[in-house]
């Protein structure tokens, strides 16, 4: 069952990753731009029909670019945040080289990470809380 789960997690992650390169395309965004073009052009009734209706399908067909639109500035911010924190991670020297290029990595593996660095947070975090009691031991004045 396990393995079942995984495969489709596997295979759902491969098309998220395909369908938000897709989306996130200028080439896609031609396309669905010509096609509300053609769609508005072929209305015989779009001049003719109701001043609502108009703009209910002016503001259907902005809605539908801004996906689009929206989907490439996120492909774009994401992509060089990713860059960032790649060199940050490779120039440090004690760093963990295993988070480079943590987003080519699947869910399970993510979150295997992820509850590594909870674990090293805890430990960092009951590291200081008693070195802060050491420190109100040694000054008693505080």
């Known amino acids: 069952m396990k393995n079942l789960y995984r495969n489709m997690e596997s ?3 491969t098309f998220t990753s395909f369908a938000t390169f897709i989306l996130g395309n200028s080439i896609t965004f031609i396309l669905a731009l010509i096609a509300i073009i053609i769609w508005i052009y072929n209305r015989g009734t779009f001049f003719n029909q109701d ?4 703009f209910r399908d ?5 809605t539908f670019l801004s996906l689009f639109i ?3 500035s996120y492909n ?4 060089a945040i990713h ?4 060199e940050l991670i490779a120039s440090h020297e ?3 080289n295993s988070v480079i290029n943590t987003e080519s990595k699947t869910e399970h593996e993510i979150i295997a990470l992820s ?17 802060k009691e050491k420190q109100d031991d040694l000054n008693p004045s505080k």
Request: proline share 2%.
């Open 115 to 131: 509850k590594e660095y909870n674990e090293l947070a805890e430990i960092s975090k009951l590291e200081s809380e008693i070195e």
């Open 58 to 62: 002016i503001i259907h067909g902005l």
């Open 76 to 79: 774009h911010y994401t992509a």
């Open 70 to 72: 929206i989907q490439k």
């Open 51 to 54: 001043i609502h209706e108009g």
């Open 94 to 96: 004690p760093a963990n």
């Open 83 to 86: 860059v960032k924190m790649n």
């Open 11 to 13: 295979v759902f992650e």
